[in-house]
């Protein structure tokens, strides 16, 4: 089946370390997108992707950035890790027709 | 910019009892509106999804919701409740053309008790 794969799937690290998380998907959408979730907050965007080569910031993307390998790859940096980024991440993709995502199993992320 | 109101952070029902999570929306025009459930320690699921046509859409696990222009809601019911269907439950309302921005609700978890 055509998926969405997170790795890892849990992390635990330091304050001030630098952290990747990666997304690869087989479903072929050009899409990709990095949301965090935190309790009572529902899901916010951090970055979003339409393609290779246009990448754009989501409403709370201090303190991350991303990079795009491939149309199948969309990584997330946190280039030094702070204690409230501890949250669980999710990749998505899309596609450029329709608003409907597909999600990531998740990555739980936790800054000590 | 478009905005989403889940106004339950918590619901407990009775297996067998009927459900219905509420949502409104705020949007200029007609939105996609879509219902995502997750249950603990998985990603999101789609189980349904609204973009034109027929106002009450049929989803996955025996699920509807009704999209009601005028009261900008998208609720979604279901008839009788299985201990499975605990989980939380995220209402989405994207916008049609462009950038196509999903914008999620903070979410509803359910409880199921016997």
């Known amino acids: 089946d055509a998926d969405v794969t997170q790795t890892p799937r849990n992390r635990i690290t330091k304050t001030g370390k630098r952290i990747m998380l990666e997304c690869s998907q087989t479903k072929g959408h050009d899409r990709m997108y990095w949301y965090r979730q935190d309790p009572g907050l529902g899901l916010r965007l951090i970055y979003y992707?339409?393609?290779?080569?246009?990448?754009n910031k989501g409403e709370i993307s201090d303190g991350y950035s991303v990079s795009r390998q491939a149309q199948a790859k969309f990584s997330l940096s946190l280039e030094s890790a702070i204690p409230n980024q501890t949250a669980l991440y999710f990749c998505a993709t899309s596609l450029p027709t329709s608003n409907e995502q597909f999600f990531g199993p998740g990555t739980r992320l936790t800054v000590l | 910019a478009q905005s989403v109101t889940q106004p339950d952070i918590h619901i407990t029902v009775s297996e067998g009892a009927s459900l219905e999570l509420r949502c409104n929306y705020s949007y200029g025009a007609t939105p996609y509106l879509f219902w995502y459930v997750q249950s603990p320690g998985q990603g999101l699921q789609l189980l349904l999804k609204?973009?034109?046509?027929?106002?009450l859409v049929q989803g996955i696990k025996g699920f509807e919701a009704e999209f009601k222009r005028s009261q900008s809601s998208f609720n979604l019911r279901k008839p009788s409740v299985h201990w499975s269907d605990a989980a939380e439950y995220f209402c989405a309302v994207g916008i049609s053309g462009g950038y196509q921005k999903v914008t999620f609700g903070t979410g509803t978890k359910l409880q199921v008790i016997p």
């Open positions: 609204y973009f034109s046509g027929d106002t």
């Open positions: 992707s339409f393609d290779v080569k246009d990448i």
